[in-house]
């Protein structure tokens, strides 16, 4: 089995006698694991500048009006909204983050089920609640950093060029949106885990992901047009969120991180520079309950669907 | 960080402790009245054994329970009654602790999607609790003694059913294991493959302090590695000796080899007590009782009043096979 040309001169098995850590925390070991494998694809980056692209949109308009417009450019700089347009980036962003979580999570755990690597696993001193903790951590990362860089990155250039115009200097808008990264990174890891751990193919598992994204998104946003239409409601009017139509604006995966965001930031997204095809007021807090209840579901189907029996045999 | 004299000087420990330990008769897995059910099905029923040290064949046919004894040695099933110690260890309740010092090469294909062999085999170590530069330097140590230093920066995915196997092997022996179970370990393997599969495993399991507890359909795969057999049949313990008194046939015959066939051998066997069991063309396989000198002595004064040939004296022994299809027809 040895080859005498082998560079390694010893090639007799020798027993590992160096330290060996406890077997605690090996959900950081998996989350580490999976994320230094996605950061090697291209598409993992290609995804996350579309996540980030309004962003970079707002920041070249505005670096052009401040420093080639006409004076008067820069002075309609302080009539911005600024939260109404951090809403509107995180709201451009969202298509990116989704694509990041099929790429992240949609094979997380189908793939180990297509190669057997639960065998790999649970075989080592890792328990279920670590593989399953360690592959959400794994998919939550990524997605929250791909939505906060962006937005920390542009307030950033927002604070340095323009509080003279009005941008806030407080860091409450920078906390805001730190804490509103956390909710793609946090329905994406559960909801991609969640399905991924349903299926054997990665494939399958990122059809049936997307399905669900498009299909809740086209389905509210679709029946909530016909709603307007025929309920009277002017095109650019603000739909107040209580009834079906304001509730059923927020059904949808990307609906429930609007909702959040809107929450978080305080701000409808009427007065943005961009307005969306019909602007749904803040939600109420059922819409946290509403995030919190999908994660937790979909993170316990996925602990529910890996079971340690079948590993063997 | 540690020198060689360190690794050395643990090596030496390790020896010394499984020489001590085989004087003594230690055990690396303890098994008492153990009782583990899926629903209404008993799969072990009340099994009791030990497994010492060195390497051990796990033998019965399929549905026998030995897959659930796997299972319930790497603490993922929970006995309806009983215990299984693994280095005394509760396998059920330390089952983390018990795996940190146990290796599992299972019987089907599998990988981590998407890395290279490199990769695999130190993640491997990682989860296992190694640090991650001893897990890298590790896996290339042991890909190299796996047969597959030239194949590790290739994906797992393209690897041929032969490199399958020693790779499940590399990634269960990473870290050192304690005991090594593995799963029909010559499975798919072409017979030059399945050659120097065995021959890996008889090299971790001989002389260097590590047990192995093969699972395995094909007996002479057993017998060409392991020291001693546990025949499991119906989720009971049919037969549990090291192989050489497992394939010992009872009463202790003896075949006796002569240069030609002789019926006056036989005759005059016959007057001095002795009886004859079986005949296979020159060698008589024949019962005398006594001490092994006196049946020496019986044999030979025979055959010297027959003017018969003696070409050979061997206690008879059975096939692994017959052996094996004795216990599990008792």
New interface residues.
Partial sequence: ???PT???AD?????????????TF?WW??AK?SMR?NVKKTSFWAYGTISAAWYLVMAVVLYISATFGPSGMSQGLGEVHWRDEFLTAFGYSQLGLMLCALLLGA?AIA??N??????????????KLDYVMGKWVGIAIPITLMSAIPAIGFYGYCVASFRDVGFPTSPVLALDMLVLSLVPGILHASLALGISSLFRQGRLAGAAYAGLYFLSLFFTVIVGQILMATSGHVSGDVVPANGLLGNLYYCSVDGIQIGLAKIVLGVDGSRALLHSPFSVGIPSGWLLLLFLAISALACWVAWVRVR??E??? | MRTGKDTARGSIVRQVRHAASKVCGVTVASISGLTVRYGAFTALSEFTVDVPEGCTGLLGPNGAGKTTLLRTLLGFLQPASGRAMVFGHDATTEGQTVRQKVGLMPEQDCHIPGMTAVQFVAYAGELAGMPPSEALRRAHEVLEHCGLGEARYRKVETYSTGMKQRIKLAQAIVHGPRLLLLDEPTNGLDPRGREEMLELIRSISHGKGVNVLVSSHLLPDVERTCDRVIVVMGGRLAAESSIKDFKRVDGHPVDVELREPSAAFVNSLATRGGNLLEVRRNTYRVQVSGTPEAVSRTILEAAKEAQAQVRGLTPAERTLEEAFLAAIHK
Wanted: hydrophobic share 35%; glycine share 6%; net charge positive.
């Fill in positions: 089995m040895t080859t082998s560079p390694i090639l007799s098995y020798r027993h590992y006698d160096g330290p060996l850590n406890p077997p090996r070991c998996i694991a494998m094979g793939n180990d297509r190669a057997n690597a639960l065998l790999v696993y649970l075989s080592k001193p890792c328990t340690a029996v590993v063997i045999g």
